[in-house]
């Protein structure tokens, strides 16, 4: 599953395509009614219970995070209410989350020869991402603030499974654990 937006382009839509992602709209994050979020949830049943040892990838914030800065607000529900009804639908026995962390260098000095080499040859944007995010500002209101990021590199960091029926039952508690296993994660990465 992905933010529909990062699917647009000719090429990401037929990547996409091929690997079998969903695009699911979204605001900050979190599915759009126009995103159909049940059908969303719905959507990532069918496919956990498609086949024994079915797997989905899910950023379970609803986007990525280039400032390696996560915020228990921004993980989202979605993927702990689709491990639930498939936990229904199939049983809860052989199903796992896999907590992942992703670090993003941001320090010039991690650059890689290939990437010095882009930049020698004119590719000042190289691996340049310029995208917003919808805040709310001190007045309440939703702005729109721009990023820039610049990624040298990334360094992933994969946990030990953790078993559906380990978790807790409410979604936004089970979410939660595997936010704070993830943010553990993040923190080797940072070191590594």
Do not use: C
Not at 37 to 44: K, S
Not at 61 to 73: I, M, W
């Amino acid at each position: 599953m992905a933010k529909a937006e990062e699917l647009r382009s000719i090429l990401r839509g037929t990547l996409a395509a091929w690997a079998g992602v969903v695009g699911i709209q979204v605001e900050g994050g979190k599915a759009q009614e126009s995103g159909g979020g049940q059908t969303v949830v719905d959507t990532g049943v069918s496919m956990l219970s498609v086949s024994e040892g079915a797997r989905m990838l899910v950023f379970p914030q609803g986007k990525l995070v280039f400032n390696n800065k996560l915020r228990n607000e921004d993980f989202r529900t979605g993927s702990t209410r689709v491990l639930s009804a498939t936990a229904t639908a199939v049983g809860g026995n052989d199903l796992y989350v896999l907590p992942v962390a992703v670090y993003y260098k941001r320090d010039p000095k991690d650059a890689t020869g290939f990437h010095r080499f882009m930049n020698a040859i004119g590719f000042k944007n190289f691996r340049r991402r310029k995208d917003f995010e919808k805040v709310v500002d001190a007045a309440g209101n939703k702005v729109k603030e721009d990023r820039t990021f610049t990624t040298y590199g990334a360094t992933v960091v994969i946990g030990k499974p953790m078993a559906y029926n380990d978790l807790p039952k409410d979604p936004r508690e089970a979410i939660n654990a595997v936010a704070a296993e993830i943010q553990k994660l993040l923190t080797i990465a940072e070191k590594a």
